[in-house]
């Protein structure tokens, strides 16, 4: 990737290996003109997820397990085409597969500790629903027989 803006960081320390990146380029379509016929723009980045040095071994299982309905026999693919120029396709691609990596290799969240809500606040709820019952009844007309 030549003028490529440096290595595209996932967390950390951990960065995409660029030897590991296999891009691909074919014609876009949408706005260019004429340009847009004759240009390879359009950009498709694939990543052997399976088959990566560059990730822990922790990050590797639980991005294979959150991508799985993404793989293809194990390689991530992502394609920009949204720009007219090939490079600003394969900026926007690399981001994004580090996002997507990023976001795959992230620590599960902590789990939730159920908590009940005090008995107070509870009874205070009712109260004031009871309260706008009672304005509401008191605002209809008894019976107009």
């Keep these: 990737m030549d003028g490529m803006?440096?290595?595209?960081?996932?967390r950390g320390s951990v960065s995409l290996p660029e030897a590991?990146?296999?891009?691909?380029?074919?014609?876009?379509?949408?706005?260019?003109?004429?340009h847009v016929n004759t240009t390879d723009t359009a950009v498709e980045l694939r990543f052997d997820?399976?088959?990566?040095?560059?990730?822990?071994?922790?990050?590797?299982?639980r991005a294979l397990e959150r991508l799985a309905g993404r793989l293809t026999d194990g390689v991530v693919t992502v394609r920009a085409s949204e720009h007219r120029s090939q490079w600003r396709n394969r900026e926007t691609a690399a981001v994004r597969l580090a996002a997507l990596l990023a976001e795959a290799t992230a620590p599960p969240p902590k789990p939730r500790r159920p908590t009940r809500i005090p008995r107070g606040i509870n009874e205070r709820r009712l109260?004031?629903?009871?309260?706008?019952?009672?304005t509401k009844r008191g605002r209809t007309p008894k019976s107009w027989d």
Excluded: D, M, N
């Design 49 to 61: 997820l399976a088959r990566t040095e560059a990730l822990p071994e922790v990050w590797k299982t």
């Design 5 to 10: 803006s440096g290595p595209h960081v996932i």
């Design 20 to 34: 590991e990146l296999v891009w691909r380029f074919s014609r876009s379509s949408g706005p260019g003109g004429q």
């Design 127 to 134: 109260r004031e629903k009871k309260q706008r019952s009672q």
